[in-house]
């Protein structure tokens, strides 16, 4: 997902029944990380959402989506430095148009009268800033099953100085879950590379899955006699699709999960040979 280019400036404090305020501290608007400007614009988009679910008559703060600025003559605050009719030329959307700049105005109570004044929550951003992103930590608490060592010969003993093969069935897996207690959400894992700790203080990560015998894909010889156990630890990567995304497009979640499994344990013996008379 493109993050470059969205500028967000917050000059108060959003407040209406039952949500949390956004930050009073301004964001920086010009230059900065992406991920800031991320957060804000999807954070603005979730409050105008869930404000239309209130009864206008309890509502504290309304909404608008406005190119023009929307600040009185006589405000104090300025317009953005950038003329809000038209989008930065740096801001590029993948899932359409950008999406014009997020205005609101506060009450104190259902009683009062919302303030003449609008202020900008939200300067032009994408489409897929609106929506909720998996993250890592999301991706890290789906039970992805893991993926099973297999080893040859399957329960030894094992020859020193012989390889052993290893390999895994690789299989991709799907969930569906509940993205922030709203949001329905499609993910789709797939191992990306195989980890193998052979038990006696030598790993190999590869991204081969290895195959069973008479293949020799990925082995491992040892070099001393003893019991020993192989785990294998798969790092899996994931995209998913948000039910309520208007593309119903796949996207990259950021960053990986683990899983590890533990073979069964074996011997490793020694075959000597010996000359005899016949």
């Known amino acids: 997902m493109s993050r470059r280019g969205v500028a967000v400036v917050v000059v108060a404090c959003v407040a209406f029944i039952g949500l949390p305020a956004l930050p009073s501290a301004a964001v920086r608007a010009n230059g900065g990380d992406r991920d800031e400007y991320y957060v804000s614009a999807y954070e603005a988009a979730k409050r105008e959402r869930e404000s ?32 809000p009719a038209e989008p930065p030329l740096s801001l590029r959307c993948e899932d359409g148009d950008p999406v014009p700049p997020l205005w609101g105005r506060e009450r104190g109570t259902p009683d009062d009268d919302f303030a003449l004044a609008w202020e900008l929550y939200v300067t032009w951003s994408c489409p897929e800033d609106q929506l909720p992103v998996v993250s890592q930590d999301d991706l890290r608490v789906l039970k992805v099953a893991p993926l099973l060592v297999h080893q040859q010969p399957v329960e030894g003993p094992m020859l020193l100085n012989k390889p052993v093969i290893v390999y895994v069935e690789p299989a991709e897996q799907d969930f569906h879950t509940v993205l922030l207690g709203t949001y329905g959400v499609d993910v789709h894992v797939k191992p990306e590379k195989y980890t193998w700790d052979f038990g006696d203080g030598e790993k190999l990560t590869t991204r081969r899955a290895g195959r069973p015998y008479p293949a020799f894909d990925v082995t491992h010889m040892y070099a001393e006699t003893g ?13 998913y699709r948000l039910d309520d995304d208007p593309a119903h497009r796949w996207r990259d979640v950021p960053g990986t999960a683990t899983t590890t499994d533990t073979g069964i344990e074996f011997e490793i013996i020694e075959w000597r040979t010996r000359l005899v008379d016949e």
Do not use: G, V
């Not at 209130?54 to 317009?79: F, G, M, Q, V």
């Open 52 to 83: 239309r679910a209130i009864d206008p008559a309890k509502r504290l703060t309304e909404y608008r989506r406005s190119a023009a600025c929307l600040l009185p003559p006589a405000s104090s605050l300025p317009c953005p430095p950038t003329d």
């Open 227 to 239: 019991t020993r156990q192989i785990t294998l630890t798969t790092t899996w990567t994931a995209t």
